[in-house]
């Protein structure tokens, strides 16, 4: 058997663990540089409000409403995410975490225990010990339990916010109820393709013919296919370091000059490294962008792209910014005002793994120095060692107008218990 264990409207319990009078009013997150909307509690999702709904054009809404609205709090989430899956992994040995807020667990051995309770006991301690609330579905298959848990946290009155599907009856039941688009691992073309020969549940799915799921979607829809039949075909996978890592930015205002570009573009090589570094690898190309304002018809537009291999795979901040830059003068030009800029990082080779060469290797006194680096940010707040490049005042911050405090982990905004 498996579990998918899910947290229910993750983002917004975050804030609602340290901001109690938010139960039962809509709350909704949003993106970077306060976009759009990235997460919704129920109450906000009922009021109508779309994933990936601009800010400015609800913004009349979420006054008239009383929403409650908040920056994109990446360091309290990502706590509260450890945490749980903490907890979680004592319940099982073998754990899979799938996201942020969800995570597999096999159950192999447990016959002769009672699920129902197995599941409960998860809820229970999770909410306990976190505060956030959670929704488990179990099944023989990894796919039948994403089904499981969709109907757990559908349906909690009924279920209590677990549901096992251990029969054909209920299998084929959920499987009739589950419309196509909500499948785990079936796209918006794909489920467009099945929708227009008939299939419109994931019952209709499993019906067609094994040669056509192959034809059509691969054998990635045919393994599908076969664990929706609760045929196990689907294991847990171990996490994978990243096969490119990017960081982009949209700026709050145009920019014109080189030195303002270079200087963001140092800023996302420096996160890119320090996330190289984190999974051990090494990348030997990366890719710098520059656009401008798309959605700004009345100006003259411009977007570019350049790839540039390097001469030796290297995590080092100060290397990979030297060539980011030279990529960078590659294609600026002057006369556009430039509202996005990014670098991504790829062709990753694991650190102990890199193949020297006889001339232009990395310089290895990078390595103890951005050990170094990485240790004094991590102990004391992050960049707080930075290039000379980079702006010392950070102007050029993300745009987070409702951040809330990072109540786990950093003190200066722990919670203050007035007696």
């Not at 145009?254 to 570009?261: A, C, G, K, R, W």
């Not at 006194?365 to 707040?381: E, R, S």
């Amino acid at each position: 058997m498996f579990a998918l264990i899910d947290c229910n409207n993750f983002y917004a319990s975050c804030e609602r663990v340290f901001r109690p009078d938010l139960n039962g009013k809509p709350v909704v997150i949003l993106s970077n540089n306060d976009g759009c909307v990235i997460a919704r509690s129920n109450e906000a999702k009922a009021m109508g409000i779309p994933m990936g709904a601009p800010a400015f054009k609800f913004d009349e809404l979420f006054k008239q409403n009383n929403v409650h609205v908040f920056s994109t709090n990446f360091p309290l989430y990502g706590d509260m995410s450890n945490r749980v899956m903490n907890i979680l992994s004592d319940f099982s040995p073998d754990m899979e975490i799938y996201s942020i807020d969800e995570c597999f667990l096999k159950l192999h051995g447990f016959e002769l225990f009672n699920l129902q309770e197995h599941g409960l006991s998860m809820r229970l301690k999770v909410v306990k010990w976190t505060g956030i609330p959670i929704s488990v579905g179990m099944a023989p298959t990894k796919a039948l339990a994403k089904a499981a848990n969709r109907i757990a946290k559908k349906f909690p009155e009924r279920t209590n916010g677990v549901y096992i599907i251990d029969t054909d009856e209920k299998r084929e039941k959920a499987l009739k109820w589950l419309k196509i688009e909500d499948v785990w691992g079936i796209g918006r073309k794909h489920a467009k393709r099945l929708q227009d020969i008939g299939a419109l549940t994931a019952f209709d799915f499993i019906k067609l013919s094994d040669d056509w799921v192959k034809r059509n979607m691969s054998i990635v829809g045919l393994r599908l296919k076969h664990d929706l039949q609760g045929i196990p075909t689907l294991d847990l996978e171990d996490v994978q370091p990243k096969k490119n890592i990017a960081t982009t930015r949209s700026f709050e205002t145009n920019y014109t000059e080189f030195e303002q570009l270079a200087e963001r573009v140092t800023a996302f090589t420096a996160s890119c490294a320090e996330k190289l570094r984190k999974q051990k690898s090494c990348c030997n190309s990366l890719m710098v962008f520059v656009q401008t304002n798309r959605f700004a018809k009345d100006l003259p537009q411009y977007n570019r792209n350049i790839v540039i291999k390097l001469p030796y795979a290297t995590n080092s901040t100060i290397e990979l910014t030297k060539f980011s830059l030279l990529a960078l003068k590659q294609i600026f030009k002057e006369g556009y005002l430039y509202k996005k800029a990014g670098v991504i990082v790829q062709d990753f080779v694991p650190e102990n793994e890199i193949q020297t060469q006889l001339f232009d290797n990395r310089n290895e006194k990078h390595v103890p120095l951005m050990k170094a680096i990485d240790k004094i940010n991590a102990q004391f707040g992050q960049q707080k060692i930075r290039l000379g490049s980079q702006d010392p005042k950070r102007i050029w911050k993300m745009k987070q107008e409702k951040l809330s405090p990072r109540y786990t982990t950093d003190l200066r905004d722990i919670i203050t218990i007035n007696l």
